[in-house]
């Protein structure tokens, strides 16, 4: 239903399709309330952003953990994640937040990252669990999936576990089959993504790393 409803759309300027349809699904009764505003909207995309990052911390926890074997270590890397805002700071100095990601990391700005960030942290600590069963490789697989919806570049790490996974002779048919589970959405919104940026200098600039 969700790739028909693509097939109609018009050009959004939004690159991925991942957070835009998670907050939509968010609105939806706001919207059949008739309450939907501007104000509305970004109110509940920044509880939304609140509750992706503290979710990562929770997730970066149980990788930590999942990881080494010792939960010590987990509750370290959540903490080490929770200050990372504060932490750039103190390693890159203040030009480590010049490109607005304090805003981003804190949900400001309602962009991507901090639903990407949750997925890609979730997938990587369900697959490092002690006993990986089919059903958590299948979770992995369909949180992996909704994260390269929400970034494509996630793909890349999709393929990595996917790899790894077989080589250990894992549980990769379940997980591969979650991973496929969003591969139609991501495919039909292709053409409205990226390919119509390039199309639009004001959009995509000719020099975007000057």
Known sequence: LVCLDVHWMEPSGAAVFGWPLVWAVAELPLRAAGALTHASGWDVAF?????????????????????????????????????????????????????????????????????????????????????????????????????????????????AALAILFLRRQPWPQYLAGALSLAPLVAVYWPLSYPKLFDNPQSWPRDPFD
């Open 47 to 159: 509880v939304l952003q609140l509750c992706f990052v503290a979710l990562t911390v929770v997730a970066v926890a149980y990788l930590g953990r999942n990881a080494s074997g010792r939960r010590w270590i987990g509750l370290l890397a959540g903490a080490f994640w929770a200050f990372w805002p504060l932490l750039v700071g103190v390693i890159a100095g203040h030009h480590a937040w010049a490109n607005a990601q304090w805003e981003v990391d804190a949900g400001l700005h309602a962009y991507s990252e901090p639903l990407s960030t949750l997925l890609v942290a979730t997938g990587a600590a369900l697959l490092l669990a002690p006993q990986l069963t089919p059903l958590r490789a299948s979770l992995a697989g369909c949180a992996l999936s909704l994260a390269t919806l929400t970034k494509l570049s996630n793909a890349l790490l999709a393929t």
